[in-house]
């Protein structure tokens, strides 16, 4: 530990240009000094964990590198955010699948909750001992410096001046691909590719607390965790010597003072001097591309902590002398841009466990999508055994020498769920990291690389070599995936209609409720841009009605009018393939209520026929 404190009073002081007298600090400081050039092999922008993957990646493949964060720490939303509970990427059979620097890293702060100041410092010292790497703290990104559609270096302001540094490659690690979108890569915004852009996940303001009584809420978490799984197999709840997870119901019960908050149930996490971090409060109407707006979130949020506070204490056990410490920085902002690579990631490609041939990381975490200020409760759309990622959604469009890593990589929004999570992110990162290095010893573009497959082994295999796990995957079918309406899932799947929690459940044998079936056939018009009076279902919803509102919506479209007659209508919509052969046993009997299962099917075909009809 005294080597790491040392290490990070050097780098201190040397990256923020200080200090004057010739003393032993100095030398190191003025040694060091010496590295620093106008042109490297690669540029990395962004201290973010995906970043520091990637700087130290390139420079233990030999590329002289450069990395700039604009803050005075390292470390980004797992320091500065004080996000210390790690989202971990564990297949099903318990295997890391984020093997590499990652581990390297969760190994050396002892596991997936841990103090955050030996996390600067674990990652200062991972850059500081690498002799290719030079690191730029308190360095703005400003422009991206091009050649046509070639990014060749980046200006940005330091010490009060702007200063150009040129690169052979660049690596965009900052969490909004700031310098993909400057640079005129394509991209979407949050849900913007299903029909949502006004849709934004809520940004959570961590918080530290002292004075809490951990045994107690070890205590207490472990025996509700006992008594869910014996008496009602629900588990989300638990605690271990550094970490906790639950209190779920005393955190919606919260009323908040400011109506654009929430506090959900706690993740909580233990710090070395005895304070826990609690990652629980939701803020809404952030914009979170706006420094301005992030730091009146941020203000927002601490004024509700004096509302929070004394709820707390009342109601959450071992909490009855918590005291606040503080918050974070830093806001933890889970979705921004989306860009547009030479591949997107799909909520098939992660909920189907599907391969690719150049994958460079794989995930598994779950597709999490938080609540938003017209929801009150996020949603969990799935949850995969293992997926790949692949080395074309690191390739942004448009913009050569650039790779893009991160959660604002080539992932559509819904797959985005499960991979911003960091420890993927820092796997991409080291992949980017040895694709640089190849990329200019070997004088080839990345785009070239896309469909190089001897190129992309070469990778792979440098990159087992260095740890990490790229093992073939081979997960057999699950059983949803077989089911006759399973065509019709993925539709609304995609729109984000439909989830299956963590246990992949569709309900499709269940009896089609009055709620469901109104917020999918609703939905369906919304995504697929149709402005329409909002469909109410009265009780629940028998086929004649199903088949009703669907056949009138459809004639509107159309510009005709139909008979209040369920044949007529069952024959409407068979004249625009939405009622098939498969679906109309199904519907046979008017008054009966359907199963889900053949609802999704019809409102599949549905979405499908606006589409191709009326786009």
Request: charged fraction near 25%.
């Amino acid at each position: 530990m005294k080597k790491i404190v040392t290490l990070f009073l050097v780098a201190t002081v040397l990256l923020t240009g200080c200090g004057s007298n010739t003393t032993l600090v100095e030398e190191i400081i003025f040694e060091n000094a010496e590295k620093v050039s106008s042109d490297y092999d690669i540029i990395v922008v962004g201290g973010e964990p995906e970043g520091i993957a990637a700087a130290v990646s390139a420079a233990r493949n030999g590329m002289r590198t450069l990395l700039i964060e604009d803050d005075g720490a390292l470390g980004g939303l797992m320091t500065l955010g004080k996000l210390n509970f790690i989202d971990m990427c564990n297949g099903r059979d318990g295997t890391l699948l984020t093997q590499g620097i990652f581990e390297e890293f969760y190994n050396a702060v002892d596991g997936s909750a841990f103090d955050v100041t030996e996390a600067k410092n674990v990652f200062l010292q991972m850059v500081v001992n690498e002799p290719n790497l030079t690191l730029r703290l308190n360095c703005q990104f400003v422009a991206p410096v091009k050649d046509g559609d070639t990014i060749i270096g980046i200006t940005a302001r330091e010490n009060g001046s702007t200063v150009t540094y040129l690169g052979k490659r660049i690596i965009d690690a900052t969490v909004d691909a700031d310098v993909a979108a400057a640079s005129g890569v394509p991209y979407t915004f949050a849900g913007e590719d299903i029909g949502e852009k006004d849709r934004q996940m809520g940004v959570t303001l961590v918080f530290e607390l002292s004075g809490v009584n951990w045994n107690k809420i070890f205590l207490t978490l472990n025996w509700q965790r006992f008594k869910a799984n014996t008496f009602s197999g629900s588990a989300d709840m638990g605690a271990t010597k550094k970490m906790a997870w639950g209190f779920t119901e005393e955190g919606y019960g919260y009323e908040p003072q400011d109506d654009m908050m929430r506090l959900r149930g706690f993740n909580i996490a233990r710090q070395d001097n005895g304070n826990v971090l609690i990652n629980a409060l939701i803020i809404f109407g952030v914009d979170v591309l706006d420094e301005e707006s992030k730091a009146e979130g941020i203000a927002r949020g601490k004024k509700e902590l004096t509302y929070i506070l004394p709820y707390i204490r009342e109601n959450f056990a071992g909490f009855e002398k918590a005291e606040l410490v503080g918050t974070a920085e830093q806001l933890y902002v889970r979705e921004s841009r989306h860009i547009i690579g030479e591949y997107q990631l799909t909520i098939d490609d992660v909920l189907e466990n599907r391969d690719q041939w150049d994958k460079i990381a794989i995930g598994s975490y779950p597709v999490d999508v938080q609540p938003t200020a017209t929801q009150r409760y996020g949603t969990v759309i799935g949850a995969p055994d293992r997926y790949a990622v692949p080395f074309r959604s690191l390739v942004p469009l448009k913009v050569e020498n650039l790779l893009v890593v991160g959660r604002s990589a080539s992932y559509q929004s819904l797959a985005a769920g499960s991979a911003r999570v960091i420890p993927l992110g820092m796997a991409e990162g080291e992949a980017a990291g040895v694709a640089g290095a190849y990329s200019v010893k070997q004088q080839v573009s990345f785009r070239e690389m896309t469909t190089d497959k001897e190129a992309i082994a070469v990778i792979q295999q440098t990159l087992k070599e260095q740890g990490a796990y790229l093992e073939d995957i081979q997960v057999e079918p699950e059983p949803f995936m077989t089911h006759w309406a399973y065509s019709g899932v993925k539709v609304l799947r995609s729109l984000g209609l439909l989830d299956g929690g963590y246990s992949n459940d569709y309900h499709l044998e269940d009896q089609l409720s009055r709620w469901r079936y109104q917020n999918m056939i609703n939905g369906v018009l919304k995504k697929a841009g149709i402005v329409t009076d909002y469909i109410e279902v009265n009780d629940q919803p028998p086929n004649r009605q199903i088949i009703g509102t669907m056949a009138r919506e459809a004639a509107k479209l159309d510009g005709v009018k139909y008979e209040n007659v369920y044949d007529i209508y069952k024959d409407a919509l068979y004249e625009r393939g939405i009622m098939t052969e498969e679906l109309a046993p199904y519907f046979a009997d008017g008054e009966k209520n359907p199963q889900a299962a053949e609802v999704i099917m019809l409102c599949a075909n549905f979405y499908n026929w606006i589409i191709a009809n009326h786009q």
